[in-house]
């Protein structure tokens, strides 16, 4: 029996100490093959590179897995592994992250994290991008770790829901003992309350830098939130197809 | 009785033909600002710039309009305006484009287009994001600004649902008297097949630059896709909840 082909990719760059967490738990469960940005790509977005070319570089970085690096984004990784590393042939899934901070609630959209994620659904591949609540770049992974590992074993067993094959798993920054467990659960409706700092450079020019402080409007128990802010670790099964179905109807005046 | 404030930006730029063209109309419909990025920013998704300042200069670009340049991305676009230029107060319509190429189907998650319209949904503003199938710099936009002043008239009388504040609209490359109307439809299940040209830089470095073709998988008449196949301008209200409810049981699984 062949093993699984996994992919694994993320935004914080190939030495971010997340990937490592990453690999070191995805490499008991199959072949991993490791396709990484460069360097630091957060906020990107679902930024795809067309205006530029893009290098793909062999790096010796973990012991007996190839690994490349890429000077595009993380969604560029995920095409590139794809068509040029695996020449269309299967990858069985997508393992991104894991991301130093959150991207619960309205966090997915902006997310370099999720958009590798997003990208090998559309793609067909069952995909997992996993975010820890704690920016910092030594942060403990050990709780992570946790999660992904009884993740991959659940999954494993279980399989992905044939019409969902995207999964948003945020996790809190809490010990493994502290841990409440896994939730599955949907998306708060959060924004992001911002302020920007103006200043001046240099040479005397204005500028303005974002900063801001996220907002969560959703008073529900049964969000990514919620979940997090009571120590479980929060699953959002997650979709591609933006519509809003439950308003199509009202817009029919459009048509007239 | 005050002019309705409405806030245009795009993700072509400042100089693209495509703004101008959507200012041309909306000036029509109340009073506009114009907050654009100084650089074309396509394929650039749903980035916004947290690592570096943003500047905002003013232009003298549409007679007796305010418009300013930003260095930064379509969302920041959004957020410079709302934060900055409004100070908080109301804008009471955002409206993006009109993009240079086609924002149907799956191209909303990759397009800056969309991601500025979003951005200002998540803020309770209304927004549209317009885009016009023809991806030429001298592209005719006649057709294109028949439907943004046929559905600015239509949404002044009815308004917008009160939990779907965005909507992604494609036009179709047809004179206004091939046009057979608006429809109103969800995204179509499409994808794109990618290839990746491999060639060698002049220091003999290979490089590997994306191109590919979109691919519908969609067989629906109810897709934007078939409407805009079928001489229709497509209408798709769209969310930023991306949670897919349908399985959120079948993952129940990884709570054990």
Same mark, same amino acid.
């Given at each position: ?46 930024? +795809?590179?067309?205006? &530029? !070319?893009?290098? %793909? ?8 897995? =190839?690994? $490349? ?101 945020? +996790?809190?920054?809490? &010990? !493994?003992?502290? %841990? ?8 708060? =409706?959060? $924004? ?65």
């Amino acid at each position: 029996m062949t093993r699984p082909v996994i992919l694994v990719t993320n935004d914080d760059g190939m030495n971010a100490p997340g990937i490592a967490a990453l690999v070191e738990v995805a490499r008991d469960f199959g072949q991993v093959i490791v396709v990484a940005p460069n360097s630091p790509q957060s906020g990107q977005g679902h930024a +795809i590179t067309i205006e &530029s !070319p893009l290098r %793909l570089n062999k790096v010796d970085k973990f012991e007996g897995i =190839d690994a $490349y690096e890429c000077n595009g984004t993380p969604a560029d990784c995920v095409k590139l592994a794809k068509k040029v590393l695996r020449k269309d042939q299967h990858i069985d899934l997508c393992l991104s992250g894991i991301n130093h901070g959150s991207n619960a609630s309205i966090n997915i959209i902006y997310s370099g994290t999720m958009s590798a994620a997003m990208e090998a659904a559309i793609e067909g591949i069952n995909s997992i991008g996993f975010s820890l609540l704690d920016y910092n770049f030594d942060a403990d992974f050990s709780t992570a770790q946790y999660v992904v590992r009884s993740m991959l074993e659940k999954a494993m067993v279980h399989g992905f829901h044939d019409k969902c094959k995207l999964l948003n798993v945020n +996790i809190p920054k809490v &010990s !493994p003992g502290e %841990l409440k467990g896994i939730k599955v659960c949907r998306q708060a =409706d959060g $924004y992001w309350k911002e302020e920007f700092k103006v200043g001046e450079d240099p040479r005397k020019q204005k500028y303005y830098w974002l900063s801001g402080e996220f907002v969560n409007r959703d008073s529900g128990d049964d969000t990514d939130m919620w979940a997090l802010d009571n120590g479980f670790a929060s699953v959002v099964p997650s979709q591609y197809d933006l519509t809003h179905y439950k308003s199509l109807l009202s817009y029919n005046f459009f048509e007239e």
